[in-house]
């Protein structure tokens, strides 16, 4: 069985058990979160006809999930360079994001 969800403006495709990183938020390690925002569930077959589709949520339907906690992304370098200028400029960043694991699909 899975659920696709939408957090943050994104739209994600789970099953019971997976472990995915999301948009940081505040939550403890340990805290449940509920995704009420649930756009179909289907049961894994082939056919889409199989499962339940939302008009655009499915009224009822929740998706729970247990904070493992916050981790750090790939580190991104940024660099500019303008020849002959004596110009050169280095940036990184790193963006934070919530690690959760996928407990139970309602609906």
Known sequence: MY??????GTQIKVSTGDVLE???RDA????TITFDRVLA??????DATAGKLGMPY???ASVTAT?????????I????????????????HR???????IGEIVG
């Open 28 to 31: 403890a390690k340990g805290d």
């Open 41 to 46: 569930i289907g049961t894994g077959g082939a």
């Open 58 to 60: 499915l009224s009822g």
């Open 3 to 8: 659920a696709i969800i939408e957090d943050s």
């Open 77 to 92: 370098v940024n660099r500019k360079y303008s020849r002959r200028k004596g110009y050169r400029l280095k940036k990184g």
């Open 22 to 24: 999301i948009d940081l």
């Open 95 to 101: 963006q934070a994001y919530l690690r959760v694991k």
């Open 67 to 75: 904070v493992l906690g916050p981790i750090l992304g790939e580190k």
